[in-house]
């Protein structure tokens, strides 16, 4: 299996920016495509999808959020961050089977 | 609009079978795939299997053994089955949709999740 490893934790301050770090252990590049996607999840909610293949922007996500990346390395980017943000992000790999995801990130304001 | 949402019993005893089932809106079992997802208290996401829009299945290899996933078109709704269970598998379960191609993997649609305690 694909594994995937995240910071546990970020603070930072309302308005700067927030980078959150993905790392595998195995290329997830695949014909020109990263299988790399993130997800925010509040507590008590589902997972939202925020960005998929590394870069997409989902419907209706705003333009604060972005992500990059390839083969091994991605991040995902808030800029800049709003108090509404806080919450616990995943990535999550479909280059192999099983789907995997990273342990989560969660993100505080300083 | 589009909408999953699971259902089933909240408690299971220990070495039983857990049932849930998805029922989904606003798009075809045929034209989507849908994923299954666990979330014990306080940790990660896992992802458990999937049934794709042409009714194969797939299965995380450490729940293999133990995990059956099948649905109805007819109802729209998706079916998980999982046996033998420990109070390691207490878990808040979502179903999530897919779409197929490159975005095979990417759950663009959750459900709100339903809370499996197994305790006697």
């Known amino acids: 299996d694909i594994v995937l490893t995240q910071s546990p934790a970020l603070a930072v301050s309302l308005g700067q920016r927030a980078t959150i770090s993905c790392k595998t252990n195995q290329n997830v590049d695949y014909y020109g495509n990263s299988y790399m996607h993130w997800y925010q999840q509040k507590p008590g909610q589902q997972p939202k999808l925020l960005i998929y293949?590394?870069?997409n922007l989902a419907s209706g996500i705003p333009a604060r959020f972005s992500g990059r990346g390839s083969g091994t390395d991605f991040t995902l980017t808030i800029d800049p961050v709003e108090a509404d943000d806080t919450a616990t992000y995943y990535c999550?790999?479909?280059?192999?089977?099983?789907?995997?995801f990273g342990a989560g990130t969660k993100l505080e304001l300083k | 609009q589009v909408q999953l949402k699971e259902s089933g019993p909240g408690l299971v005893q220990p070495s039983q079978t857990l049932s849930l089932t998805c029922t989904v809106s606003?798009?075809?079992?045929?034209?989507?795939?849908v994923h299954w997802v666990r979330q014990p208290p306080g940790k990660g996401l896992e992802w458990m299997g999937r049934?794709?829009?042409?009714?194969?299945?797939d299965y995380n290899s450490a729940l293999k053994s133990r995990l059956s996933i099948s649905r109805d078109t007819s109802k729209s709704q998706v079916f998980l089955k999982m046996n033998s269970l420990q109070t390691e598998d207490t878990a808040m379960y979502f179903c999530?949709?897919?779409?197929?191609?490159?975005?095979?993997?990417?759950?663009?649609?959750w459900g709100q999740g339903a809370s499996v305690t197994v305790s006697s």
């Open positions: 999550q790999q479909s280059r192999n089977l099983p789907n995997t």
């Open positions: 293949l590394a870069s």
């Open positions: 606003g798009f075809s079992l045929t034209s989507y795939h």
């Open positions: 999530a949709r897919s779409t197929m191609g490159m975005t095979t993997g990417v759950m663009d649609a």
């Open positions: 049934i794709q829009n042409g009714g194969s299945t």
